[in-house]
Protein backbone atom coordinates (compact mmCIF):
# COMPACT_ATOMS: atom_id res chain seq x y z
CA UNK A 1 0.00 0.00 0.00
CA UNK A 2 0.80 3.71 -0.81
CA UNK A 3 0.44 6.71 1.46
CA UNK A 4 1.45 10.11 1.47
CA UNK A 5 1.89 12.72 5.09
CA UNK A 6 2.38 16.38 4.34
CA UNK A 7 3.20 18.00 7.65
CA UNK A 8 2.02 21.00 8.27
CA UNK A 9 -2.08 22.25 6.56
CA UNK A 10 -0.94 25.75 7.05
CA UNK A 11 2.11 27.96 6.17
CA UNK A 12 2.60 31.36 5.84
CA UNK A 13 5.77 33.01 4.71
CA UNK A 14 7.38 36.54 4.01
CA UNK A 15 7.20 37.36 0.38
CA UNK A 16 10.60 36.66 -0.78
CA UNK A 17 11.67 34.10 2.02
CA UNK A 18 12.62 30.80 1.18
CA UNK A 19 9.74 28.08 1.75
CA UNK A 20 9.89 24.74 2.35
CA UNK A 21 6.49 22.05 2.35
CA UNK A 22 7.23 18.53 3.62
CA UNK A 23 6.26 15.59 2.03
CA UNK A 24 7.07 12.04 3.40
CA UNK A 25 5.59 8.80 1.48
CA UNK A 26 5.17 4.95 2.32
CA UNK A 27 5.62 2.79 -0.78
CA UNK A 28 6.17 -0.87 -1.07
CA UNK A 29 7.38 -0.81 -4.45
CA UNK A 30 9.57 2.03 -6.20
CA UNK A 31 7.34 5.30 -6.65
CA UNK A 32 7.18 7.95 -9.09
CA UNK A 33 6.25 11.38 -6.89
CA UNK A 34 4.22 14.51 -8.00
CA UNK A 35 3.43 18.02 -6.66
CA UNK A 36 0.88 19.81 -7.98
CA UNK A 37 -0.20 23.08 -6.87
CA UNK A 38 -4.19 24.13 -6.67
CA UNK A 39 -4.48 28.08 -6.87
CA UNK A 40 -7.81 29.76 -5.58
CA UNK A 41 -11.40 27.83 -7.73
CA UNK A 42 -8.60 26.28 -9.90
CA UNK A 43 -8.16 22.44 -11.14
CA UNK A 44 -4.74 20.72 -10.24
CA UNK A 45 -1.60 21.82 -12.16
CA UNK A 46 1.84 19.87 -11.65
CA UNK A 47 4.39 21.52 -10.53
CA UNK A 48 7.21 18.29 -11.04
CA UNK A 49 7.62 14.98 -10.63
CA UNK A 50 9.81 12.36 -9.35
CA UNK A 51 10.28 9.39 -11.78
CA UNK A 52 13.45 7.84 -11.23
CA UNK A 53 16.03 9.90 -12.65
CA UNK A 54 17.84 12.31 -10.95
CA UNK A 55 16.59 12.65 -7.26
CA UNK A 56 16.71 16.73 -7.55
CA UNK A 57 13.93 17.58 -9.55
CA UNK A 58 12.86 21.00 -10.86
CA UNK A 59 9.73 22.25 -11.59
CA UNK A 60 7.81 25.25 -13.03
CA UNK A 61 7.89 28.95 -11.41
CA UNK A 62 11.29 28.28 -10.10
CA UNK A 63 10.01 25.33 -7.48
CA UNK A 64 12.00 22.23 -7.27
CA UNK A 65 12.38 18.97 -4.68
CA UNK A 66 14.35 16.32 -4.03
CA UNK A 67 14.08 12.50 -3.83
CA UNK A 68 15.33 11.18 -0.59
CA UNK A 69 15.19 7.82 -0.54
CA UNK A 70 16.34 7.15 2.85
CA UNK A 71 13.82 9.22 4.34
CA UNK A 72 11.00 8.14 2.25
CA UNK A 73 10.60 12.35 1.52
CA UNK A 74 10.05 14.52 -1.42
CA UNK A 75 10.02 17.85 -0.39
CA UNK A 76 9.20 20.77 -2.08
CA UNK A 77 11.30 24.09 -2.37
CA UNK A 78 11.67 27.58 -3.32
CA UNK A 79 14.09 30.21 -2.50
CA UNK A 80 12.28 33.08 -2.61
CA UNK A 81 8.69 33.07 -2.89
CA UNK A 82 6.46 35.55 -4.66
CA UNK A 83 2.55 36.32 -3.72
CA UNK A 84 1.68 34.43 -6.49
CA UNK A 85 2.72 30.94 -4.97
CA UNK A 86 -0.55 31.36 -2.72
CA UNK A 87 -1.92 28.47 -3.12
CA UNK A 88 -2.61 24.95 -1.99
CA UNK A 89 0.17 22.73 -2.73
CA UNK A 90 -0.68 18.51 -2.75
CA UNK A 91 1.76 15.53 -2.86
CA UNK A 92 1.13 12.24 -4.50
CA UNK A 93 2.65 9.62 -5.20
CA UNK A 94 1.79 6.31 -7.48
CA UNK A 95 3.26 3.28 -8.39
CA UNK A 96 6.73 3.47 -11.10
CA UNK A 97 5.62 1.98 -15.03
CA UNK A 98 2.01 1.87 -16.35
CA UNK A 99 -0.69 3.63 -15.72
CA UNK A 100 -1.43 3.77 -11.81
CA UNK A 101 -3.98 5.90 -9.06
CA UNK A 102 -2.51 8.56 -7.66
CA UNK A 103 -2.55 8.95 -3.73
CA UNK A 104 -2.49 12.51 -2.54
CA UNK A 105 -1.56 14.11 0.97
CA UNK A 106 -3.96 16.24 2.52
CA UNK A 107 -2.38 19.22 1.36
CA UNK A 108 -0.26 22.60 2.61
CA UNK A 109 -1.96 25.93 1.78
CA UNK A 110 0.96 28.35 1.60
CA UNK A 111 0.22 32.12 2.12
CA UNK A 112 2.51 34.57 0.88
CA UNK A 113 1.88 38.11 2.82
CA UNK A 114 3.75 41.39 1.81
CA UNK B 1 -1.13 23.94 -24.87
CA UNK B 2 -4.16 20.97 -24.71
CA UNK B 3 -5.68 20.47 -21.49
CA UNK B 4 -8.84 18.91 -19.82
CA UNK B 5 -11.80 20.23 -19.74
CA UNK B 6 -14.89 20.24 -17.50
CA UNK B 7 -18.69 20.79 -17.53
CA UNK B 8 -20.71 22.40 -16.11
CA UNK B 9 -17.84 23.94 -13.88
CA UNK B 10 -21.27 24.23 -11.07
CA UNK B 11 -23.81 21.53 -10.46
CA UNK B 12 -26.56 21.82 -7.66
CA UNK B 13 -29.03 19.25 -7.38
CA UNK B 14 -31.67 17.57 -5.42
CA UNK B 15 -30.74 14.10 -3.30
CA UNK B 16 -31.95 11.20 -5.05
CA UNK B 17 -31.49 13.27 -8.77
CA UNK B 18 -29.01 11.40 -11.00
CA UNK B 19 -26.39 13.79 -12.08
CA UNK B 20 -23.85 13.47 -15.35
CA UNK B 21 -20.42 14.98 -15.08
CA UNK B 22 -18.69 15.44 -18.33
CA UNK B 23 -15.08 15.63 -19.24
CA UNK B 24 -13.44 16.05 -22.21
CA UNK B 25 -9.52 14.49 -21.97
CA UNK B 26 -6.39 15.71 -23.90
CA UNK B 27 -7.00 14.18 -27.46
CA UNK B 28 -4.51 11.68 -27.65
CA UNK B 29 -4.85 10.60 -24.41
CA UNK B 30 -5.85 6.94 -23.17
CA UNK B 31 -6.15 6.62 -19.85
CA UNK B 32 -8.86 8.24 -18.19
CA UNK B 33 -9.50 8.81 -14.02
CA UNK B 34 -12.05 10.45 -11.71
CA UNK B 35 -11.11 11.90 -8.22
CA UNK B 36 -12.89 13.93 -5.79
CA UNK B 37 -12.14 15.87 -3.26
CA UNK B 38 -14.73 16.90 -0.49
CA UNK B 39 -14.39 20.00 1.10
CA UNK B 40 -11.50 20.67 3.44
CA UNK B 41 -10.65 16.90 2.52
CA UNK B 42 -8.06 15.08 0.37
CA UNK B 43 -8.05 14.37 -2.73
CA UNK B 44 -9.27 10.73 -3.37
CA UNK B 45 -9.60 8.36 -6.39
CA UNK B 46 -12.36 7.03 -7.69
CA UNK B 47 -11.94 5.37 -10.77
CA UNK B 48 -9.66 4.56 -13.81
CA UNK B 49 -10.42 3.58 -17.45
CA UNK B 50 -8.50 2.11 -20.05
CA UNK B 51 -9.36 0.63 -23.59
CA UNK B 52 -13.45 0.90 -22.60
CA UNK B 53 -13.14 -0.59 -19.39
CA UNK B 54 -12.51 0.20 -16.22
CA UNK B 55 -9.01 -0.60 -14.87
CA UNK B 56 -9.38 -0.05 -11.33
CA UNK B 57 -12.07 1.22 -8.99
CA UNK B 58 -12.13 2.49 -5.21
CA UNK B 59 -14.40 1.81 -2.24
CA UNK B 60 -15.85 4.60 -3.38
CA UNK B 61 -17.07 3.82 -6.69
CA UNK B 62 -20.20 1.73 -5.24
CA UNK B 63 -22.76 0.84 -7.71
CA UNK B 64 -24.49 4.08 -7.92
CA UNK B 65 -21.68 5.55 -9.89
CA UNK B 66 -20.63 4.43 -13.77
CA UNK B 67 -18.78 6.10 -16.74
CA UNK B 68 -18.81 6.02 -19.85
CA UNK B 69 -17.03 7.23 -22.54
CA UNK B 70 -19.53 7.71 -25.26
CA UNK B 71 -17.80 8.90 -28.23
CA UNK B 72 -14.43 9.29 -29.38
CA UNK B 73 -13.87 12.59 -26.74
CA UNK B 74 -16.08 12.83 -24.29
CA UNK B 75 -15.39 10.81 -20.64
CA UNK B 76 -18.39 10.69 -17.97
CA UNK B 77 -18.92 10.01 -14.76
CA UNK B 78 -22.46 9.48 -13.85
CA UNK B 79 -23.87 9.44 -10.49
CA UNK B 80 -27.59 7.52 -9.95
CA UNK B 81 -28.76 8.36 -6.89
CA UNK B 82 -27.04 11.39 -5.47
CA UNK B 83 -26.90 11.21 -1.76
CA UNK B 84 -25.72 14.19 0.36
CA UNK B 85 -22.49 12.82 0.81
CA UNK B 86 -21.76 13.12 -2.67
CA UNK B 87 -21.12 16.79 -2.43
CA UNK B 88 -17.52 17.44 -3.46
CA UNK B 89 -15.45 18.86 -6.73
CA UNK B 90 -14.96 16.33 -9.04
CA UNK B 91 -11.74 16.56 -11.08
CA UNK B 92 -11.59 14.15 -14.14
CA UNK B 93 -7.46 13.15 -15.36
CA UNK B 94 -5.85 12.21 -18.54
CA UNK B 95 -2.73 10.38 -19.60
CA UNK B 96 -0.95 9.47 -22.38
CA UNK B 97 1.59 6.85 -23.29
CA UNK B 98 5.25 7.92 -24.67
CA UNK B 99 7.47 5.36 -25.99
CA UNK B 100 5.52 2.20 -23.83
CA UNK B 101 5.35 4.66 -20.58
CA UNK B 102 2.25 5.92 -19.12
CA UNK B 103 2.74 9.56 -18.60
CA UNK B 104 1.96 12.29 -15.77
CA UNK B 105 -1.75 12.57 -15.42
CA UNK B 106 -3.21 16.13 -16.58
CA UNK B 107 -6.12 17.40 -14.40
CA UNK B 108 -9.14 19.20 -15.57
CA UNK B 109 -10.58 22.20 -13.56
CA UNK B 110 -13.29 20.35 -11.65
CA UNK B 111 -16.83 20.20 -11.29
CA UNK B 112 -18.31 21.28 -8.04
CA UNK B 113 -21.13 19.27 -7.11
CA UNK B 114 -23.98 20.47 -4.05
CA UNK B 115 -26.24 17.70 -3.16
CA UNK B 116 -28.91 19.59 -1.38
Known amino acids: AQSVTQLGSHVSVSEGALVLLRCNYS??????LFWYVQYPNQGLQLLLKYTSAATLVKGINGFEAEFNKSQTSFHLRKPSVHISDTAEYFCAVTRSGGYNKLIFGAGTRLAVHP | EPEVTQTPSHQVTQMGQEVILRCVPI?????FYWYRQILGQKVEFLVSFYNNEISEKSEIFDDQFSVERPDGSNFTLKIRSTKLEDSAMYFC??????????????FGPGTRLLVL
Open chain 2, 93 to 106: ASSGVTQGVVETQY
Open chain 1, 27 to 32: SSVPPY
Open chain 2, 27 to 31: SNHLY
